[in-house]
T-cell receptor, first 111, second 112 residues
């Protein structure tokens, strides 16, 4: 039972490049989330999904897009990476009203 | 915007001592949760307390919630070196209790 798996674990991008972060969960959770964690800032919600085919904006959605084509997968895209998007990105999943389960993060550096 | 604010930002204690961390928040909540994060890892859920509850226990953990003061505390008793981690409180809002707002965390160091 893998739980929540994030791919890749590390990535370095140049400004302006695009990339997609993949999150996969095997717990049949309806809800999935993308957060970013910056030093001294805690976690901030980027986008979330309450079910297959649905997405919604969180606290800091600008510069990111998401898709939830399959229930078990939640993709986070950066269309044109900027240095301000250097961060650690965490994916989480949950049932409604239940605690969230987190992946181990993707460490992204944008030069 | 940050909803929860943990206090202190950092705490260093000796093994066997108790550790207390506090969390304050600003708006009405449906629930408050505590998570632990070991260095380089994702967050792990510790305990959830609902707005109509005042205290909860789980093993060596005790959480209290005072909605009149908009504050919560996490007590870890008889701490161990393995408890060294960052601890975050997160609040679930009324009407959207699945969307959590996290505080900035308390870094706990337990010295052997």
């Amino acid at each position: 039972n893998a739980g929540v798996t994030q791919t890749p674990k590390f990535r370095v991008l140049k400004t302006g490049q695009s990339m997609t972060l993949l999150c996969a969960q095997d717990m049949n959770h309806e809800y999935m989330y993308w957060y970013r964690q910056d030093p001294g800032m805690g976690l901030r919600l980027i986008h979330y999904s309450v079910g297959e085919g649905t997405t919604a904006k969180g606290e800091v959605p600008d510069g990111y897009n998401v898709s939830r084509l399959k229930k078990q997968n939640f993709l986070l895209g950066l269309e044109s990476a900027a240095p301000s998007q250097t961060s650690v990105y965490f994916c989480a999943s949950s049932y409604q009203n239940q605690p969230q389960h987190f992946g181990d993060g993707t460490r992204l550096s944008i030069l | 915007s940050q909803q929860g604010e943990e206090d202190p930002q950092a705490l260093s204690i000796q093994e066997g001592e108790n550790a207390t961390m506090n969390c304050s928040y600003k708006t009405s909540i449906n629930n408050l949760q505590w998570y632990r994060q070991n260095s380089g890892r994702g967050l792990v859920h510790l305990i959830l307390i609902r707005s109509n509850e005042r205290e909860k226990h789980s093993g060596r953990l005790r959480v209290t919630l005072d909605t009149s003061k908009k504050s919560s505390s996490l007590l870890i008793t008889a701490s161990r070196a393995a408890d060294t981690a960052s601890y975050f409180c997160a609040t679930g809002g009324v009407g959207s209790n699945y969307k959590l707002t996290f505080g900035k965390g308390t870094l706990l160091t337990v010295n052997p």
